[in-house]
């Protein structure tokens, strides 16, 4: 069965790579979105993948890449669309943000004629999202944060679950969905919607990639695009409730805390030093430490890296069990 994105029509069995218009730099030199269809010669549903809304958190490319190299439309059922890179501004800039200090994961439904992120919304909702039955969209920690392997889903939601049971993450953490994000947007439109998120920004990590890609190969047999055998995955903790413990003063944090490590109540998480580094001061002063504890017994499943903290910073991210 033929498919139309973006006016550009794909037969079954067919995989080609078009570039969507996005909005010229200053230097009147236009970007592109590029988008990576695979048709499959069978029907099926119809499923995206979106890495790079946050123009700093790069997993997204590297799933992409690797996911397309593993799957071929004579094989495939239904159809799949590859967008690894949708906030192509903030990824030249290595940012977050969109060049006006938008967030384009709050921007969403968007708009035709509105901020370049209200337009950029708008063009994934009108060409990838409507008419899918399925997304994932790939995200990592902040800058200086990073995620344990986790998927953000409805829960709630039978399909849902089921999809995020079968991507096999360590962790499956029932999510509200935020305003403004791609993934609220989608599931308005009966999308069935997960969002991955593994890493640190502006890092190459290979745990978060191999979980990444199997994951999604694994969702894919599981809503019947392929078959034949794929990685086996773990079963994932399904949790439902999270707390980043923040800091309660400023200083040097020393985090003992290691990703995907089981806590109890009240466990030592890490040190915050309120001087300098133990190793650099008298014994009168080691005692300007403040202790960082665990809430409630759980997992780890994100800690800042960066050790310079300051008073409410969130530092370290605790799912309860």
Known sequence: MSVTIAGETFAPGTRRRILIPLAPLYNQMMLHLPVVVLNGRAPGPRLWILGTIHGDELVGIEVARRLLRLVAPERLAGT??????????GMLYQSRYLPDRRDLNRS???????????????????????????GIDLHTGAIHRSNLPQVRANLDDPATRACAEAFGAPVAIHATERDGSVRQAASARGVTTLLYEAGEALRHDEEALRVGVEGVMRVMKAIGMIRGPVPRGRKPLLVRKSHWVRAAKSGYFVVDAKLG????????LGTIHLRLHPDFVSEEERAAEVPVRAPFAGIVIGRVENPIVSLADGIVHVAAL
């Open 80 to 89: 799949l669309l590859a967008v690894p890179m949708v906030n192509v501004p």
């Open 108 to 134: 969403f439904p968007g708009s035709k004629r509105g901020s370049l992120a209200a337009r950029i919304a708008r063009l994934i909702l009108d060409t990838i999202v409507d008419g899918s039955t399925h």
């Open 261 to 268: 490590a089981r806590v109890k109540k009240g466990q030592r």
